[in-house]
């Protein structure tokens, strides 16, 4: 197994208060990505990185923030934080070039009250 | 845009019988495509990849898929179904030389005894 790690693996919060999820990876892959999965969508890509201080927006970055300071760690911040960001949390890893093939973490289930 | 179509929500099927999950991909250029497994309360484990170097691709578990550009298809398949694998499966495209997967929606498969 990819060596990923999620911290928290569940966070309860309320609305309105700011949260931080964390990914941790042992392998040195240049490529990390965020994901929240919700029944019905499938997985939705939220911000990734291409290396250290290099990140882009996905398809649902609103209310979302990263960032990478470290190749091995990847944050990603809900600033305030919505009922509607209740999820599961998936980050992945990728050496990248050519297939960009993807290692997934255990997940972080998110609930907001 | 590059998109990737899985027919079914939900497979049922009885435990030794064929497991067949479609996947159809957009795309005029072959791209490299991947099936991932998800058992519950787990993250997306990597079951297979085509990478065009063969068409009919083995992947783990006894699952494997085949590669056709005609109908832009990659679906994939089991010859005897067993409990253990009762999980989510989601199909995923990259187009070469970009640096995102675009899963599909997935497919939960259910075996019965």
């Known amino acids: 197994d990819a060596g990923i790690t999620q911290s928290p693996r569940h966070k309860v919060t309320e609305t309105g208060t700011p949260v931080t999820l964390r990914c941790h990876q042992t392998e040195n892959h240049r490529y990390m990505y965020w994901y929240r999965q919700d029944p019905g969508h499938g997985l939705r890509l939220i911000h990734y990185s291409y290396g250290v201080k290099d990140t882009d927006k996905g398809e649902v970055s609103d209310g979302y923030s990263v960032s990478r300071s470290k190749t091995e760690d990847f944050l990603l911040t809900l600033e305030s934080a919505t009922s509607s960001q209740t999820s599961v949390y998936f980050c992945a890893i990728s050496e990248g070039p050519p297939y960009y093939e993807q290692y997934f973490g255990p997940g972080t289930r998110l609930t907001v009250t | 845009a590059q998109s990737v179509t899985q027919l079914g929500s939900h497979v049922s099927v009885s435990e030794g019988a064929l497991v067949l999950l479609r996947c159809n991909y957009s795309?005029?250029?072959?791209?490299?495509l991947f099936w991932y497994v998800q058992y519950p309360n787990q993250g997306l484990q990597l079951l297979l990849k085509y990478t065009s170097a063969a068409t009919l691709v083995k992947g783990i578990n006894g699952f494997e898929a085949e590669f056709k550009k005609s109908e832009t298809s990659f679906h994939l398949t089991k010859p005897s179904a067993h409990m253990s694998d009762a999980a989510e499966y989601f199909c995923a495209v990259s187009e070469q030389n970009t640096d995102k997967l675009i899963f599909g929606t997935g497919t939960r498969l259910q075996v019965f005894p």
């Open positions: 795309s005029s250029v072959p791209p490299y």
